[in-house]
């Protein structure tokens, strides 16, 4: 068993006659054992540690997904809540719910987030307008940034599909050219987008994880190795 820090994710790994990378995360354990997730994983004997590294950096919003469901008790208070933080690129904003009748619709006013809404919207509508809004300005962001960058590494990107997911940043469909972007991203600073948005176009150039994939990336966008370091131990 190996112990690995990435980002601010300690992870156990085990080798073994496996093909592929799996992980599990288990919750805290009760007392008298110590507290925290573990997260394990399952890897191919052999397998380079940087790519493990990679491997947990892509799960990154998954395990944080999993990290807050374990912290969650039944009592704990609802979400989408007034004087709640919520992040926009990066910057926190302090919620506030205004309630009306209308269209529910969500507008940035310096350090403030108002979110309209009909009077007795639930939770679950609060989620719709808030996960509506978001995809919206990550769109106009992606819309802005992705001919830049296809221009500039050289490719041609068929489709960029937008979604809200809950284990990677991006992926990439090399063969069709199109690629796929986690609009959780409009929460991070626009430097995480761009380094996903490029991430996963050099591999439209280049599918697999190699030197030359690493060339490219130096290339095209010198200090995504900060971005990444950054975006692993939670800074970004």
């Known amino acids: 068993m190996e112990l690995l820090l990435v980002g601010n994710f300690r992870v156990e790994v085990e080798y073994g006659p496996v093909k592929t990378l799996r992980m599990t995360i288990y919750p805290p354990a009760a007392p008298p054992a110590p507290p925290g997730e573990r997260i394990r994983i399952r890897a191919p004997l052999h397998t380079p540690r940087r790519f493990i590294e990679e491997f947990v950096a892509s799960k990154a919003a998954w395990i944080e997904k999993h990290r807050a469901r374990f912290r969650r008790s039944p009592q704990a208070p ?5 004087r709640e933080v919520q992040y926009v690129w990066g910057l926190p904003h302090s919620l506030e719910l205004v309630e009306r009748q209308g269209r529910p619709k969500i507008e940035i006013r310096e350090d403030r987030m108002l979110m309209f809404i009909r009077p007795g919207d639930n939770l679950e509508a609060r989620e719709k307008i808030l996960d509506r809004w978001y995809r919206k300005i990550f769109k106009e962001a992606v819309s802005r940034l992705a001919p830049v960058w296809a221009a500039r590494i050289g490719v041609e990107v068929r489709q960029i599909y937008y979604r809200k997911m809950k284990s990677h940043w991006g992926s990439c469909n090399f063969t069709k050219k199109t690629i796929r972007l986690n609009t959780e991203l409009a929460k991070k600073p626009l430097p995480c987008l761009e380094y996903v948005l490029v991430h996963e ?9 190699n030197r030359n994939f690493y060339r490219l990336m130096d290339s095209r966008l010198p200090d995504w190795k ?8 939670g800074e970004l």
């Not at 609802?78 to 007034?82: A, G, P, Q, T, W």
């Not at 176009?201 to 994880?209: G, N």
């Not at 900060?226 to 131990?233: A, D, F, H, L, V």
């Open 201 to 209: 176009l050099v591999h439209i150039l280049e599918p697999s994880h």
């Open 78 to 82: 609802r979400l989408l809540r007034d």
């Open 226 to 233: 900060i971005i990444r370091t950054k975006m692993n131990r």
